[in-house]
């Protein structure tokens, strides 16, 4: 294999240095070196945390295989003790557990199927993005041909940037096993999907993952329309128009269901959305008296004037009113196991997702579970509540971790590991918080003014 070398030294600071020869550098020259220095100490440090990488999965790898070795005197199915690991993996470096779970799957490949990869990362000459390029393009491969991949490509790794290094090996790969695109393709439509992640100031991505000719031929499509409204009046730049167009054409066969008459595609316009929301408004924000954010389930936190229009304008939302002396009632106690809907509903407000470390599943896609099992005198209470997924409540119930929840009424949790390790998860949102002083006058005279106020 050829043999990767490292960037060139550092020659002298270039510049005019009046009288050559013997003597002090120019101040120029000063400035030059000592910025060499400097980007000196920070590829030094860039190659430490590249052998810190490897060492790292040499690490991971090892927990795997003493996992695994385990298995012969345990109780746990090897599923349940995977699973098992990759969550604690999860908490330990505080990930989320799909990521936990590609660390596994990656720190295995580098260690077993690519050790020549390992080794130069283990050397600092090339950075862990590049090795995990070499992971992703030789997975699916033969050995042969992922050995082939490995040992044509590598040389380049220490002197590409990851994207390019990627595109690099992503041809080479087609050259040595052309054959092998058509099924990854096949294996790959069946991973499409579309999601949602949230932004900051109230805004959000909606990304789909389509077949490319799918992906482009929609682009093309919102493109070409954007393109046909711009005129010389239009002030909305074609990136604006793009996602102007692509929002409409989802949104305003709603409106026209609806009857909705706003302008669809404006900046902050609801257009025809009618969705079905937990939106959580302060009493105060939504009489106009206070400019307090509201708090949209599944985003976080949203501007007031968000706020007060979902909260007028989509009947399908579940309107929380928070009174601002009080906060929203926290402990419904119950002699029953079932719980209420208004009870779940808090519940879902405050958790967000499940409260597992490291899970970001929806707290509208979980289940609710006792922390402590009705059977043994669990309460059906808040303070007894909280979401769990099914992989996350097969942890607590099967595989031997533990979880309480505090006692100040916040929804906190403290979880407890198989190998003794404690992690504690907070809720999403804590309802009912105090105010000030002010704010409580404020609300005071509100309620002279506007009678009893009205919690849903």
Same mark, same amino acid.
């Given at each position: 294999?050829?043999?990767?070398?490292?960037?060139?030294?550092?020659?002298?600071?270039?510049?005019?240095?009046?009288?050559?020869?013997?003597?002090?550098?120019?101040?120029?020259?000063?400035?030059?070196?000592?910025?060499?220095?400097?980007?000196?100490?920070?590829?030094?440090?860039?190659k430490a945390m590249a052998v810190q990488a490897a060492a790292r999965v040499v690490a991971i790898d090892a927990a795997r295989v003493c996992s695994e070795r385990e298995l012969g005197g345990s109780a746990f199915s090897p599923a349940l003790t995977r699973r098992s690991l990759v969550a604690e993996l999860a908490c330990a470096l505080r990930i989320p557990e799909s990521t936990a779970l590609g660390l596994l799957?990656?720190?295995?490949?580098?260690?077993?199927?690519?050790?020549? @990869?390992?080794?130069?990362? $283990? *050397? !600092?000459?090339? #950075?862990?993005?590049?090795?995990?390029?070499? /992971?992703?393009?030789?997975?699916?491969?033969?050995?042969?041909?992922?050995?082939?991949?490995?040992?044509?490509?590598?040389?380049?790794?220490?002197?590409?940037?990851?994207?390019?290094?990627?595109?690099?090996?992503?041809?080479?790969?087609?050259?040595?096993?052309?054959?092998?695109?058509?099924?990854?393709?096949v294996r790959s439509v069946a991973d499409r999907s579309l999601r949602f992640d949230p932004a900051r100031d109230g805004m959000g991505w909606l990304s789909a993952y389509l077949p490319a000719g799918d992906a482009l031929g929609i682009y093309g499509q919102v493109t070409d329309r954007a393109i046909a409204l711009q005129r010389p009046d239009e002030p909305r730049t074609l990136t604006q128009l793009r996602a102007?167009?692509?929002?409409?054409?989802?949104?305003?066969?709603?409106?026209?269901?609806?009857?909705? @008459?706003?302008?669809?595609? $404006? *900046? !902050?316009?609801? #257009?025809?959305?009618?969705?079905?929301?937990? /939106?959580?408004?302060?009493?105060?924000?939504?009489?106009?008296?206070?400019?307090?954010?509201?708090?949209?389930?599944?985003?976080?936190?949203?501007?007031?004037?968000?706020?007060?229009?979902?909260?007028?304008?989509?009947?399908?939302?579940?309107?929380?009113?928070?009174?601002?002396?009080?906060?929203?009632?926290?402990?419904?106690?119950?002699?029953?196991?079932?719980?209420?809907?208004?009870?779940?509903?808090?519940?879902?407000?405050?958790?967000?997702?499940?409260?597992?470390?490291?899970?970001?599943?929806?707290?509208?896609?979980?289940?609710?579970?006792?922390?402590?099992?009705?059977?043994?005198?669990?309460?059906?209470?808040?303070?007894?509540?909280?979401?769990?997924?099914?992989?996350?409540?097969?942890?607590?119930?099967?595989?031997?971790?533990?979880?309480?929840?505090?006692?100040?009424?916040?929804?906190?949790?403290?979880?407890?590991?198989?190998?003794?390790?404690?992690?504690?998860?907070?809720?999403?949102?804590?309802?009912?918080?105090?105010?000030?002083?002010?704010?409580?006058?404020?609300?005071?005279?509100?309620?002279?003014?506007?009678?009893?106020?009205?919690?849903?």
């Amino acid at each position: 294999m050829e043999t990767i070398t490292g960037p060139p030294g550092r020659a002298l600071p270039a510049g005019p240095n009046p009288g050559a020869g013997p003597g002090p550098l120019t101040p120029t020259a000063v400035h030059l070196e000592e910025l060499g220095a400097l980007i000196d100490d920070v590829t030094a440090i860039d190659k430490a945390m590249a052998v810190q990488a490897a060492a790292r999965v040499v690490a991971i790898d090892a927990a795997r295989v003493c996992s695994e070795r385990e298995l012969g005197g345990s109780a746990f199915s090897p599923a349940l003790t995977r699973r098992s690991l990759v969550a604690e993996l999860a908490c330990a470096l505080r990930i989320p557990e799909s990521t936990a779970l590609g660390l596994l799957e990656s720190s295995r490949s580098l260690v077993h199927d690519l050790p020549d @990869t390992l080794s130069v990362l $283990a *050397a !600092g000459r090339i #950075g862990y993005r590049q090795a995990i390029v070499l /992971v992703n393009e030789t997975a699916g491969l033969p050995e042969a041909a992922a050995r082939q991949l490995e040992q044509e490509a590598l040389p380049s790794a220490g002197r590409l940037t990851a994207s390019q290094f990627e595109r690099k090996t992503r041809k080479l790969r087609e050259r040595i096993d052309p054959e092998s695109i058509t099924a990854r393709h096949v294996r790959s439509v069946a991973d499409r999907s579309l999601r949602f992640d949230p932004a900051r100031d109230g805004m959000g991505w909606l990304s789909a993952y389509l077949p490319a000719g799918d992906a482009l031929g929609i682009y093309g499509q919102v493109t070409d329309r954007a393109i046909a409204l711009q005129r010389p009046d239009e002030p909305r730049t074609l990136t604006q128009l793009r996602a102007d167009v692509f929002r409409d054409l989802l949104l305003q066969a709603g409106c026209a269901e609806t009857g909705c @008459t706003e302008t669809a595609g $404006a *900046a !902050g316009s609801l #257009g025809g959305l009618r969705p079905n929301l937990i /939106v959580t408004v302060p009493m105060l924000t939504l009489l106009g008296v206070t400019e307090e954010p509201g708090s949209l389930d599944g985003y976080g936190p949203i501007d007031p004037d968000t706020a007060r229009a979902l909260a007028a304008k989509c009947p399908s939302a579940v309107r929380i009113l928070t009174h601002p002396e009080t906060g929203a009632v926290l402990s419904v106690g119950r002699d029953r196991y079932t719980i209420p809907a208004s009870l779940r509903t808090m519940l879902q407000v405050r958790d967000g997702t499940c409260r597992h470390p490291g899970c970001s599943r929806a707290a509208s896609r979980s289940d609710i579970d006792h922390g402590l099992d009705w059977a043994f005198g669990g309460r059906t209470d808040h303070n007894n509540l909280a979401h769990l997924c099914p992989a996350s409540h097969a942890l607590k119930h099967e595989a031997g971790w533990k979880v309480s929840q505090a006692a100040d009424g916040t929804g906190t949790l403290i979880w407890t590991t198989p190998t003794g390790h404690t992690y504690v998860t907070e809720s999403e949102t804590i309802i009912g918080t105090a105010i000030s002083a002010e704010l409580r006058q404020k609300a005071t005279r509100t309620d002279a003014s506007a009678g009893p106020a009205r919690e849903r």
